[in-house]
């Protein structure tokens, strides 16, 4: 299926030019305006305040991000009334239970299988498609939790993974296992010379590692 120059297009070429995946840049992002927006916009809209007040309000990492907004009049009004809640709870001695999930956590999937979906129709040889294989695997590829989301998405669909996208993810994951088994080698007592002719990539290795291996949630 040929895809198309829209903004997922462009959204993706401008963060396949930033460190790490591509998927967790858009992702976060899109988030951070989301919660932007939703303080701004939506404060005064009666139904998205049921709906927030009925999920318990943010997830607690969400919730922790508030701080970093300037609308306090916003945060004010939205913890008021999970607070509201909570005290009637501990008044009648009964479990908290709310009957939704965070709001932006479920954004967060939805934009994630939005670019998963897209990523997926780029199987063809179109002008655009060759672009985008071009920008994106000039980039740090998908995490493995992003490329795992690729891979099973897929697989209940009954389609396979665009043969380009495997190829470079998994020589990805086996270049960065390659580095981490030097680096764990010449880690070992005695062999701090050798260490220290490492490039300072491959001394940092781990790090990279940890971010693969970790979706980005911020």
């Not at 008044?91 to 994630?112: F, L």
């Not at 199987?123 to 490329?147: K, V």
Request: glycine fraction near 6%; charge should be neutral; hydrophobic fraction near 40%.
């Amino acid at each position: 299926m040929a895809i198309e120059k829209h903004i997922n297009f462009f959204e993706l070429e401008k963060a396949a030019q930033k460190p790490g995946c591509p998927l967790c840049t858009i992702v976060s992002d899109r988030a951070h305006r989301y919660i932007d927006n939703t303080l701004f916009e939506h404060i005064t809209n009666r139904g998205f305040r049921a709906l927030f007040r009925a999920a318990g309000g943010f997830c607690s990492f969400h919730s922790q991000s508030l701080i970093s907004f300037r609308d306090g009049l916003a945060v004010a009004i939205l913890g008021r009334d999970i607070l509201e809640d909570r005290l009637n709870c501990f008044e009648k001695i009964i479990p908290w239970k709310p009957k939704g999930r965070c709001p932006v956590c479920v954004e967060r999937e939805n934009i994630e299988q939005e670019y998963l979906s897209f990523l997926a129709a780029c199987d063809g040889n179109t002008t655009e498609e060759e672009e985008l294989r071009t920008f994106f695997t000039a980039s740090d590829g998908l995490c493995a939790p992003h490329y795992a989301a690729l891979l099973f998405t897929l697989k209940g669909l009954k389609r396979k993974v665009p043969v380009w996208i495997k190829e470079f993810q998994e020589h990805k994951f086996r270049e960065l296992k390659k580095r981490l088994e030097v680096f764990i080698e010449l880690s070992a007592y005695g062999r701090q010379k050798e260490f220290a002719q490492l490039s300072e990539k491959d001394q940092l290795v781990w790090k990279e590692a940890a971010a693969c291996l970790t979706e980005n949630i911020t």
